[in-house]
């Protein structure tokens, strides 16, 4: 048996029939795994990065062969085997959390039980024992239906139940995508932990560089069904090689970087795998290709496939620039939201999904609210635009209150997918706001707006589905500024898009803003984007804001303990300050007092008494905590 | 799960009330008066008003039917004037007959329904998928009493295998004791379900074999007839437990029509010879007996789903 | 369409059915009105290319008129019931809270109560024409597409898109003809295929009990109930054709709807 490598994929190449269309998800891809090492798989949808962990699990989706290649485990050919020889017993998978990823009528422990019976034999006692011990050591104490836990507990047992047969391989894919950053750091130590523990080897899969970059020993870099990079990961990040790793570094935003500084972005898409074309897959989108990029495929030489590699990281030399704190300070507030409440009643109980909050927003300034998935956040963007009428407070926009939506308060939505009439072509969706307020010369603005979001105007007969993502992000940020809005809300306006393509609607939306002088607030649940985007945060928890300031006071100097313990949680480098632990409570019940406290190291008798009022730091940074942190002390 | 319980069945009880007022309501809407019912039509309008006004059936109609209601409480259905025969005799002399040709045709159309529509899930698209969907379509655009016409016509008069009429014998075990004479009624009945149940067990089966967690049941090595029988079979049925709850008025129908093909003594055949007589207390008594079944049925299956499906108690 | 080959065969069938009940009488005129006993039960052949029946009509002809008084009655009984469904799903959908609350559960107690016995029980105290016949039928028929209707409003109205035009300012007037609507409208086409299907098989087996349409009207389900009384006599004439007819439009209908519902199931195809 080799001692060095555990799993040795070699040329493997996978392709799908489905009637007659032909895909090749994975081509001729060669990965290895050390023993106890954690390899990333990296790329974006349809990279076939997924793809190659199921065709090594045995488990490709109807209609799929492997079709040339071999994967090796201990001197073992696992494609001459019948799967499920090693499948759940010495190869095992972990997938990305879902409702549905937990069989729902079972009992937890008898589902974790089931792989030890079918692998290990044994009584059914002994197994339900087994899989009591897994189920705590990875946190989860009680047994019961999985309706009755959070994302996070479901997440833990789907790992209790890949251990529990203690494979030689676990791989894991997007383990902690559905997640939040606070419980994705959790899972991602429980792993890490357990892996080094058990001397297991692991393929981590996963589009988040930041994941990698902390977790993986080694990193293979997927684009288009082929590795493009494959190094040891300081490697990936300081010696780049291949030209879509290096563009795909440039166009994340971090929180690191200068935000002022316009981010790398990516022409294009990734290329349709059922029509295949000569030459390197990326050179379409590629800065550097030439005739031979297009014409020959660049052979893989163990570390890249590239004609023309570049030896590090691309450098912000020739990048432009935004005109940092031109907008701030332009004075006079345009959106004011006092004291807001509001409540959706759920049955017998209520949630309280926004609870008292205070800000203003400046013309031409963009204001960023940052908060976990059921803090409310999505709550106020709705109360901002006037689609919920609030329970207490108000929202007052130039002097007047908001009570319905209104023309200089635009919406743009997460989803544009969802956020457009599947029934309406682009042409017809454009003019809509425009026939709404009788506004004429429509056809004419409408070419106006495509040319501002960087759209051809072949698009106006196509029907949504006929774009891709980032194309129909750019038609709801055209329809948003349709009306000349002096704000506009944008719900996470790039979560749903792939990474290459997030930075071009990112830039494209900060460009807009600039260009227009618009106000904007831009609610994210991703610190990075918000960073990028807004020159002032608030960090919400709870229904409640926690902490306000300049973007740079924020994450630059969190004074609240929940700020500090959320960017310490966002995978990025070098980590840093304690992550906050645990899953946040229950909106129909919030905690008493600060609703942090549950969760907060430093909290006391007082915190549970009484709720902590905003309080200035500095100038404009405030923060409601009783014990606020001092600048350097974590963060 | 008992709150659930208690909770499913008060609902079920004012469900109940409410189908006892609109049945009540309609029949009184269109029937003739009970005096010119029971006397015929070459009796004076006179006599007609003083029978009524003797038996009550002058009163507010809202007070008649309180007066029913509270009949119906103590368990009086009450009299058949055309039979002169109390409603409760009538339909417990013939209700046995008409459960177990319904229980019968029930049984055999899930056991046919089931496996068959999780089988084609499973294959989906192959073989045995299409021809079962194409022999569903077709089962389902033929009217039962066609279907049973077809069968007489091959079964009994040209093969002779089955009598063309069903089993006259008084005893509710007609199914089991004269098993010849009940194929045909028997099969009438589960085939127009068939369709209906096995094209459903098939879509909810290929829902279920969507979900993630039948993925994680393949990862941790299971066999795919152990995934089918420990995960998937559970979940997939519970979506025709809800429609076997919900489908109870239009197997009635099936019955009535059944009955009458085959000429088996039922309730169906009763409801259907008291239409002709214009047998108003009995119409009333079976409609409400159908609503009552449908308002169980759909109670059980609820209860059913929820006790294998305890996110049910938590959504309510 | 090309896509859906089933949607084609039962749109093709449908119209080769909807030919032949109304252009049928024009190639083959026949007598329905007045019996003739002397060339009754004739067997196929001759004149008469699917015999005659016991009261001398031809029994082809018959089809052919029958199949008309059948399609009528059941495409209006769909349209009656699609319309107050669609209406009360709607303003039930749209309403919310205690109103959808109280509709739904009215709906509920009707949806208990097995309708044909009512329809029977009407049909029986009432000689039924085609148009009462189609109102009563569309009249009980309507409890699911209200519950239908009702569903897809309830989740078109927090779509997105929809959501959208609220916050461009679009007038609830406006939300509702130009995204709501139109995106129903599929389901609703579905609907009325479905229940046109539907009242077929309820119409005939009207016919078939003996409660359908009077003397000397006759629909397919009353022609097929006087074949079943000579079933021992061997008329097979009187029974397959008419049954062949009967199956052959449900399934025509059946299949169709099923391929409308695919096909806005998935709006990629909806060009296709």
């Avoid at chain 1, 946190?139 to 494979?167: F, K, N, T, W």
């Avoid at chain 2, 127009?192 to 993925?215: E, K, M, T």
């Avoid at chain 2, 029509?257 to 085959?262: A, D, G, Q, R, T």
Wanted: charged fraction near 20%; glycine fraction near 10%; charge should be neutral.
């Amino acid at each position: 048996m080799d001692s060095q490598k555990n799993l040795i994929v070699r040329g493997l190449s996978v392709e799908i029939r489905r009637g007659d269309r032909l895909v090749r998800p994975v081509a001729d891809v060669t990965l290895e795994l050390g023993r106890g090492e954690t390899l990333g798989i990296v790329g974006e949808t349809g990279s076939g990065k997924s793809m190659t962990g199921l065709a090594i699990m045995g488990m490709l989706p109807a209609g799929g062969r492997v079709t040339g290649g071999s994967i090796e485990l201990g001197g073992r050919d696992l494609l001459a085997m019948d799967p499920r020889r090693y499948r759940g017993g010495e190869v095992a998978m972990i997938f990305q959390d879902s409702l549905t990823s937990l069989n729902p009528t079972k009992k937890i422990v008898e589902q974790v039980a089931e792989p030890v019976r079918l692998h290990r034999g044994g009584s059914r006692r002994d197994a339900r024992d087994r899989a009591r011990e897994m189920l705590a050591r990875v946190g989860v104490q009680r047994d019961g239906y999985p309706h009755q836990l959070s994302g996070g507990q479901r997440q833990r047992v789907m790992i209790a139940m890949a251990l529990v047969c203690e494979p030689e391989v676990v791989i894991a894919d997007e383990p902690t995508t559905a997640l939040d950053v606070t419980i994705q750091a959790e899972i991602l130590d429980l792993l890490d932990g357990l892996r080094a523990q058990r001397g297991m080897s692991m393929i981590l899969i996963t589009h988040d560089m930041g994941v990698i970059a902390q977790r993986a020993d080694r990193v293979g870099v997927m684009y288009a069904g082929r590795v493009a990079e494959s190094a040891p990961t300081a490697d990936i990040f300081d010696r780049t090689r291949h030209r879509y790793t290096r563009a795909l570094l440039a166009s994340i935003p971090t929180l690191a970087q200068d935000k002022d500084e316009e981010l790398f972005s990516i022409p294009g898409a990734p290329p349709d795998l059922a029509r295949p074309e000569p030459g390197c897959p990326f050179a379409p989108r590629c800065d550097a290709a030439t005739d031979e990029c297009r014409e020959e495929l660049p052979p893989f030489n163990g570390t890249y496939a590239c004609w023309h590699p570049v030896d590090g990281p691309v450098t912000s030399a020739g990048r432009e620039r935004f005109q940092p704190g031109e907008t701030s300070e332009s004075g006079e507030t345009l959106l004011r939201v006092v004291d807001l409440v509001r409540e959706h009643p759920t049955g017998r109980r209520t949630v309280k999904a926004v609870s008292g909050i205070s800000f203003e927003v400046a013309a031409g300034e963009t204001f960023g609210l940052v908060g976990e998935s059921g803090c409310g956040k999505s709550s106020l963007g709705r109360l901002l635009v006037g689609l919920d009428r609030p329970d207490g407070g108000e929202v007052v926009f130039a002097g007047e209150r908001i009570t319905r939506p209104r023309r200089a308060v635009q919406m743009m939505f997460q989803d544009s997918g969802a956020a457009l009439d599947p029934r309406m072509r682009i042409g017809r969706i454009l003019r809509e706001p425009l026939a709404i307020h009788g506004i004429g010369d429509r056809e004419e603005r409408v070419r106006g707006l495509l040319d501002d979001v960087g759209l051809p105007e072949s698009v106006l007969d196509r029907y949504p589905y006929e774009l891709s993502g980032g194309q129909r992000q750019r038609v709801g940020l055209a329809r948003a500024l349709a009306l000349d809005p002096r704000v506009l809300v944008a719900d996470e306006p790039v979560s749903a898009l792939d990474v290459s393509i997030r930075s071009q609607v990112l830039n494209l939306m900060r460009r807009v803003q600039a260009e227009r002088g618009l106000s904007g607030v831009v609610i994210s649940h991703d610190l990075a984007v918000v960073r990028y985007l807004a020159d002032r945060v608030g960090v919400m928890y709870l229904g409640k804001l926690v902490e306000t300031g300049t973007t740079d006071e924020v994450f630059g100097a969190a004074a609240h303990p929940y700020t500090a313990g959320l960017l310490a949680a966002v995978p990025e480098g070098e980590r840093t300050g304690t992550p906050v632990r645990g899953e946040p409570p229950s909106p129909v019940d919030p905690p008493s007092g600060c609703r942090f406290r549950t969760r907060c190291a430093l909290a006391t008798e007082e915190c549970a008494t009484t709720e902590p009022p905003m309080t200035p730091v500095t100038g404009t940074h405030r923060v409601a905590c009783h014990y606020p942190l001092r600048e350097g002390r974590n963060g | 799960m008992a709150k659930y319980v208690l909770h499913r069945l008060v609902v079920s009880a004012l469900v109940m009330l409410g189908i006892s007022a609109v049945v009540y309501f309609m029949l009184h809407l269109v029937s003739d008066s009970p005096g010119r019912v029971v006397l015929g039509q070459r009796v004076s309008p006179e006599a007609v008003a003083a029978f009524n006004h003797e038996h009550g059936f002058d009163r507010p109609v809202v007070v008649q039917y309180l007066d029913y209601l509270k009949q119906l409480l103590q368990g009086d259905l009450g009299r058949s004037y055309k039979l002169n025969e109390n409603v409760s005799t009538l339909i417990a002399q013939n209700a046995g007959r008409s459960a177990m040709l319904s229980l019968a045709g029930l049984v055999l159309a899930l056991a046919v329904a089931v496996p068959l529509g999780i089988l084609q899930a499973v294959r989906r698209n192959g073989l045995l998928d299409r021809a079962a969907t194409a022999v569903s379509y077709m089962l389902y655009a033929t009217p039962s009493f066609l279907l049973g016409l077809v069968l007489i016509a091959v079964f009994s008069q040209q093969v002779g295998l089955f009598p063309a009429e069903a089993s006259q014998s008084h005893s509710p075990w007609a199914v089991f004791t004269d098993p010849r004479a009940m194929t045909l009624p028997v099969i009438t009945l589960a085939a127009g379900s068939v369709a209906v149940f096995a094209q459903h067990q098939r879509s909810s089966a290929l829902d279920q074999l969507g979900q993630d967690y039948i993925r994680v049941a393949r990862a941790k090595g299971l066999r795919e007839r152990q995934i089918l029988t420990r995960h998937l079979l559970r979940n997939a049925c519970m979506p025709l437990i809800t429609l076997v709850g919900t489908l109870v008025p239009t197997l009635l129908a099936g019955n009535v029509i059944v009955e009458s093909l085959f000429n088996y003594p039922g309730l169906g055949l009763l409801f259907l010879n008291s239409l002709q007589r214009e047998d108003y207390p009995l119409l009333l008594a079976y409609t409400l007996m159908g609503g009552l079944l449908t308002v169980v049925g759909n109670f059980l299956a609820d209860v059913l789903v929820a006790a294998a499906d305890r996110r049910i108690e938590v959504g309510k | 369409m090309r896509r859906h080959p089933l949607a084609l065969a039962g749109g093709l069938l449908l119209l080769l059915v909807v030919g032949f009940c109304v252009l049928g009488p024009l190639l083959h005129p026949t007598n329905q009105t007045d019996v003739d006993l002397v060339d009754a039960a004739l067997p196929p052949g001759g004149d008469h290319p699917l015999g005659t029946d016991t009261n001398g009509f031809d029994v082809l002809g018959r089809l052919m008129t029958g199949g008309r008084v059948s399609l009528e009655i059941s495409l209006l009984a769909a349209l009656v019931a699609t319309t107050i469904g669609t209406l009360y799903g709607a303003v039930a959908g749209l309403a919310g809270g205690v109103v959808d609350g109280f509709m739904m559960r009215l709906v509920d107690v009707m949806l208990s109560i097995p309708f044909l016995f009512f329809v029977l029980i009407l049909s029986a105290r009432f000689h039924a024409d085609a148009l009462s016949l189609s109102l009563v039928i569309g009249g009980f028929s309507w409890l699911l597409s209200a519950r239908l209707v009702r569903g897809e409003v309830l989740t078109l109205r927090v779509r997105e898109f929809v959501l959208a035009a609220k916050v461009m300012g679009a007038s609830r007037r406006r939300v509702i003809l130009t995204h709501l609507i139109p995106n129903a409208l599929g389901v609703i086409i579905v609907t009325v295929t479905f229940q046109v299907a539907d009242a077929i098989i309820v119409v005939s087996a009207l016919g078939f009990l003996g409660f359908g349409l009077t003397y000397p009207t006759a629909d397919w389900g009353s022609q097929l109930a006087s074949g079943v009384t000579y079933i021992s006599a061997d008329y097979w004439w009187l029974i397959y054709p008419v049954g062949a007819c009967i199956i052959l439009t449900v399934l025509a209908l059946n299949l169709l709807a099923d391929a409308l519902r695919d096909a806005i199931g998935r709006p990629t195809s909806a060009r296709s």
